[in-house]
């Protein structure tokens, strides 16, 4: 079996989900879910951040090694 990826416009999407129904194909969604758990533990550290903890990406570029 071949898997193919494929953009479909937004205008285009209720026709093209009827028709792959129709056809009985296999769908697969790979969408990036990112869980509320994991979003809310984010912005707590993106509140609870402080101005003296941040470092300026300019003096710390350099130590990442072909990252």
Partial sequence: MKEITLKVPDTKLSFFMELVNQL???IKNDELV???KHQ???LDRIQNTKEEDLLHWD???DDFDGI
């Fill in 24 to 26: 009985g194909l296999e």
């Fill in 34 to 36: 990112i869980p509320k």
């Fill in 59 to 61: 003096d710390i570029k």
């Fill in 40 to 42: 809310e533990i984010v």
